[in-house]
């Protein structure tokens, strides 16, 4: 069985007709075509070709999380 991620999309219809998608989970993701459908299957490739390639990346850096409280 496949393992994934889930991801949200925020899908907006511009006023010239093209569909434009973005994310909050995935950063640069930016996916633009003329129909719903198709935006949503470039979302989808970019989405897996940015999250490989950002895997890769972390694979080469050494990564701290640190958690950390502000008061606001």
Not at 26 to 41: D, N, P, S
Not at 55 to 65: F, P
């Amino acid at each position: 069985m496949k393992k994934g991620i889930y991801i949200t999309l925020d899908i907006e219809k511009l006023p010239e007709g093209y569909y434009v998608a973005t994310s909050r989970d995935v950063q640069g993701l930016v996916a633009q075509a003329k129909t719903f459908e198709k935006t949503i299957e470039i979302a989808q490739d970019i989405a897996t070709a940015l999250f490989h390639a950002q895997k890769e990346n972390i694979k080469q850096r050494e990564i701290i999380t640190y958690p950390m409280m502000i008061s606001a």
